[in-house]
């Protein structure tokens, strides 16, 4: 199983990211998909969920500004990032769920005041 993530990088603050994560070697549609985060001396924490029928949920202080999104057909989930914070900063994670859990190694985001 492998879940590779891309799209981080630096932008300023009130700026937009698209991240991606590609995933192989699992049944993509029968995993349940989510974004998580870790800043620096700080615990992972949980971003943003889909469901295999599509249903989404959100940490309250991303809503109404990220958007989780996935493509089966491409076995892909997206993290649309708009109006971002320095608070957002943090290494992404992407995670598949099933009976088992995946994780990537993550893609940087950086987002300057």
């Known amino acids: 199983v492998q879940l590779v993530e891309s799209g981080g990088g630096l932008v300023q603050s009130g700026g937009s990211l698209r991240l991606s994560c590609a995933a192989s070697?699992?049944?993509?549609?029968?995993?349940?998909m989510a974004w998580y985060r870790q800043a620096p001396g700080k615990e992972r924490e949980f971003v943003a969920a889909?469901?295999?029928?599509?249903?989404?949920n959100y940490l309250n202080a991303v809503k109404a500004r990220f958007t989780i999104s996935r493509d089966n057909a491409k076995a892909m989930v997206f993290l649309q990032m708009n109006k971002l914070k320095p608070e957002d900063t943090a290494l992404y994670y992407c995670?598949?769920?099933?009976?088992?859990?995946?994780w990537g190694r993550g893609t940087q985001v950086t987002v300057s005041s």
């Open positions: 070697g699992i049944t993509f549609g029968n995993y349940n």
């Open positions: 995670n598949a769920r099933r009976t088992g859990v995946y």
């Open positions: 889909i469901t295999t029928s599509g249903a989404t």
